[in-house]
């Protein structure tokens, strides 16, 4: 894992003011680093900077390599991410290190396009050399993200967006660009959160000559070298491209496994975890595999896990989850989670997952979400004759500012943003009915997944065998119809490992229109349905909804900055009577998420907790970072592996991070969100299961989470969400506050049951009440 920033000007740079200037910079970044590196090329007139950390297939060493003649820097060469030889033929199975991209540069003339299709993974490179000249460029789809800006008569190449506007004050809030998060649940195009730094496109090129930075487009690259459609109607021209397609995938396997003696393999009850699964099969790798899934017993993914590694004779775990079936979080922790997590993704990926990083570690996990882009982003049947109305493709899928709160000038103006964007996807051989799926791949995968990669590799490296340029190019060769029958997937198991044809999936089967293809009736099975009332979702979505401090919490940072200059845009009073008064479905959440991050963004709520090395790896992990307090003007030392974490500073020379008093409260303590009032009981004369009731008055919609205490002990979590008809007529919020809790022979005298996250405990009565 690494950060980068490169920096070219007209005139030669101050050396000692550039380091000094990063030094304050790496206070922003969000992983501890192992190596830190600058160089300054062209008589100066370029800096570079490294910050590198081991991860799963690099060593900080293998990702920077310094061509040099004696004392003269003649280049720097640089790979964040990861990348192999794209094709079984003539590759090594080996990772390519940053001297290996170096070569393949050299060889190539320096030809950026050229070498990018040599390549596999996900991987953002730069070069830099001693004549002026820079080249970056990153995979296809933009996994692995790259920045630019031209800012003065400085351009600058980074992937932490943060570094720029710390280094230099000349930068403002996008606030249009920053909606995204909660009207779609993730950035659309190539905007970012800062007026004048873009986002890399998909298939772009970056180069910089003597501070003159131009990018090089390429909104075709997914027609070009492609079949057509026509074409792909011929079965030995789509067999033939499928051929191609495994033997891509067999060579990302190859590269990931070349030297690994057991291989943790995580099924679930889909499509692209099977493939995933008859790839390594057919790469000779059976007995390395260690299946595993996550989940209860009767989750339909480890159902159907088993299902697969009993028919294969192979080992399966089974990881379930904690003992608390429905896993709420606490008020207080929720917000420092939620602002550590908009530092460490620097404001870019609404919190709807919470992904962030407590340590650095070197492991792998293997994903498939690449095969979403295979089959069909709208699963109903749909026809477009003429370009689609995007508010309405969009929430085919999933709603268009679902919670409404969008004033209707910026709504007109982001609809016509992705109505320019759809515009532009048509290319080479594309129609109408492609647009859905080119949303797909063009937005959600570089702006979602893509984004979401900058938390998921420091803990982890995700690698995605099945990531092919060619199966994608053949995806987009074939028409929806196919793609929504997911005749790729079918094709490749089929050649695979057709056996795995007729193992039932969950919650989904085969596509009848697959027997066109030739598909046999045996395939066809009824899925494995989800038993009625299992949890899906984690424990930020529980927490939101059950957790009334949280609510309140929320309610009072959105109502205290009256003067907030997303107020222009949104609606206040609507969203201020939403989040008091509405009970959030999925969408709902996300975007609910996502404006908590833009809000907290805009107005410094973020703790700078950098994700740590483990003290078992040697390396000392006190990483202190200077914050300023926005409200008092103090400055203290924020010492991350100290329990008094929070000490006052009299003067530093480093460019302080600019710290809300909101968020500094939540670093040694959290804020008290005030009182709220409650009214419960439960029966105690039942002893077998006893029945009760909860309600928050201030939030009336929410159905709480319950802790049972057994002599004062948490021994388990309940919601109190089931319907009674006599709560409702009592005026008891909306009647969906009951529980039934099965005491599993513990005598009820030992029980109490209390609020999480309060210190309200149910009255006891003498029956029903």
């Given at each position: 894992m690494g950060i980068f920033l490169v920096r070219s000007s007209l005139t030669p740079f101050d050396k000692n003011q550039q380091e000094k200037l990063i030094r304050s910079g790496k206070q922003t970044i969000h992983i501890q680093s192992q190596s830190d590196n600058s160089y300054f090329l062209a008589n100066q007139k370029i800096a570079l900077f490294h910050f590198a950390t081991d991860n799963y297939f690099y060593s900080t060493k293998d990702q920077i390599y310094v061509n040099q003649s004696e004392s003269k820097i003649i280049s720097v060469t640089i790979i964040q991410g990861y990348c192999w030889s794209s094709t079984t033929i003539g590759s090594t199975g080996k990772i390519l290190t940053a001297f290996d991209i170096y070569l393949l540069l050299s060889k190539n003339n320096f030809d950026a396009e050229k070498v990018r299709d040599l390549l596999a993974g996900e991987y953002a490179i730069i070069h830099a050399s001693d004549d002026g000249n820079v080249i970056a460029f990153n995979d296809r789809l933009s996994i692995e993200h790259i920045y630019y800006s031209k800012n003065k008569n400085i351009s600058s190449i980074t992937n932490r967006i943060a570094l720029l506007p710390h280094i230099d004050d000349q930068y403002e809030y996008n606030l249009e660009a920053m909606l995204a998060l909660p009207v779609v649940g993730y950035m659309l195009g190539e905007d970012t959160y800062i007026k004048g730094i873009s986002r890399l496109a998909q298939g772009a090129v970056i180069k910089l000559q003597n501070g003159d930075l131009k990018v090089n487009e390429n909104k075709d690259w997914i027609y070009q070298n492609a079949p057509s459609k026509s074409e792909v109607k011929n079965p030995e021209v789509f067999n033939s491209i499928v051929e191609q397609g495994i033997n891509e995938c067999l060579a990302n396997i190859k590269a990931i496994f070349s030297s690994a003696d057991n291989i943790p393999l995580a099924l679930t009850g889909?499509?692209?975890?099977?493939?995933?699964?008859?790839?390594?099969?057919?790469?000779?790798?059976?007995?390395?595999?260690?299946?595993?899934?996550?989940?209860?017993?009767?989750?339909?993914?480890?159902?159907?896990?088993?299902?697969?590694?009993?028919?294969?004779?192979?080992?399966?775990?089974?990881?379930?989850?904690?003992?608390?079936?429905?896993?709420?979080?606490?008020?207080?922790?929720?917000?420092?989670?939620?602002?550590?997590?908009?530092?460490?993704?620097?404001?870019?990926?609404?919190?709807?997952?919470?992904?962030?990083?407590?340590?650095?570690?070197?492991?792998?996990?293997?994903?498939?979400?690449?095969?979403?882009?295979?089959?069909?982003?709208?699963?109903?049947?749909?026809?477009?004759?003429?370009?689609?109305?995007?508010?309405?493709?969009?929430?085919?899928?999933?709603?268009?500012?679902?919670?409404?709160?969008?004033?209707?000038?910026?709504?007109?103006?982001?609809?016509?943003?992705?109505?320019?964007?759809?515009?532009?996807?048509?290319?080479?051989?594309?129609?109408?009915?492609?647009?859905?799926?080119?949303?797909?791949?063009?937005?959600?995968?570089?702006?979602?997944?893509?984004?979401?990669?900058?938390?998921?590799?420091?803990?982890?490296?995700?690698?995605?065998?099945?990531?092919s340029t060619g199966l994608i190019r053949l995806a987009f060769a074939l028409n929806a119809p196919q793609r929504q029958q997911e005749l790729i997937h079918f094709a490749m198991l089929r050649r695979l490992e057709p056996s795995l044809l007729e193992i039932p999936f969950a919650q989904q089967t085969w596509h009848r229109g697959l027997t066109a293809y030739g598909a046999s009736n045996s395939i066809f099975k009824d899925p494995i349905p989800a038993p009625k009332n299992l949890p899906q979702h984690g424990s930020w979505q529980h927490t939101i909804n059950k957790n009334p401090k949280f609510r309140a919490a929320i309610f009072e940072i959105l109502a205290d900055y009256t003067q907030s200059p997303l107020w222009e845009l949104i609606d206040r009073q609507k969203t201020l009577n939403t989040i008091k008064t509405v009970g959030f479905n999925m969408p709902q959440m996300i975007s609910a998420f996502g404006l908590m991050t833009i809000f907290f963004k805009v107005h410094n709520i973020k703790i700078p907790q950098k994700a740590l090395f483990a003290n078992s790896s040697g390396f000392k992990t006190e990483d202190s970072v200077i914050i300023k307090d926005v409200k008092s003007g103090k400055l203290f030392n924020f010492n991350q592996d100290k329990k008094n974490r929070l000490t006052e500073k009299i003067d530093s020379n480093i460019k302080p991070i600019i710290v809300a008093r909101k968020a500094m409260a939540l670093i040694p303590g959290g804020e008290n969100t005030g009182e709220l009032s409650f009214e419960g009981f439960v029966d105690s004369e039942n002893s077998n299961f006893i029945p009760g009731w909860v309600w928050c008055l201030d939030f009336p919609f929410m159905q709480l989470t319950v802790e049972v205490l057994e002599n004062g002990k948490i021994i388990d979590r309940i919601v109190a969400g089931q319907f009674r008809g006599d709560l409702k007529k009592a005026g008891k919020g909306n009647g969906h506050h009951a529980f039934r809790y099965d005491t599993k022979g513990k005598p009820v005298e030992s029980l109490r049951f209390r609020v999480m996250d309060t210190a309200f405990e149910l009255k006891k009565s003498g029956g029903r009440k």
């Open positions: 889909g499509k692209d975890s099977r493939l995933i699964l008859a790839l390594a099969l057919q790469a000779g790798l059976r007995d390395k595999l260690r299946l595993f899934t996550n989940g209860i017993e009767e989750h339909p993914d480890v159902i159907v896990a088993k299902k697969l590694a009993n028919h294969l004779k192979l080992p399966h775990t089974t990881n379930k989850p904690g003992r608390f079936r429905e896993p709420t979080l606490a008020a207080e922790e929720l917000l420092r989670r939620l602002a550590t997590h908009v530092f460490q993704n620097d404001g870019m990926f609404g919190a709807w997952d919470l992904k962030q990083g407590k340590q650095c570690v070197k492991g792998l996990v293997l994903a498939g979400f690449i095969g979403e882009v295979f089959k069909g982003y709208l699963k109903k049947p749909f026809n477009y004759p003429t370009m689609p109305n995007p508010e309405q493709m969009i929430s085919a899928h999933g709603p268009f500012d679902p919670l409404g709160i969008l004033k209707e000038d910026i709504r007109r103006k982001i609809s016509t943003k992705v109505l320019n964007r759809m515009e532009n996807y048509l290319g080479l051989g594309s129609e109408f009915n492609d647009i859905p799926d080119l949303y797909y791949i063009k937005e959600r995968i570089p702006n979602w997944l893509g984004t979401a990669r900058r938390k998921d590799a420091d803990s982890n490296q995700v690698v995605m065998p099945i990531n």
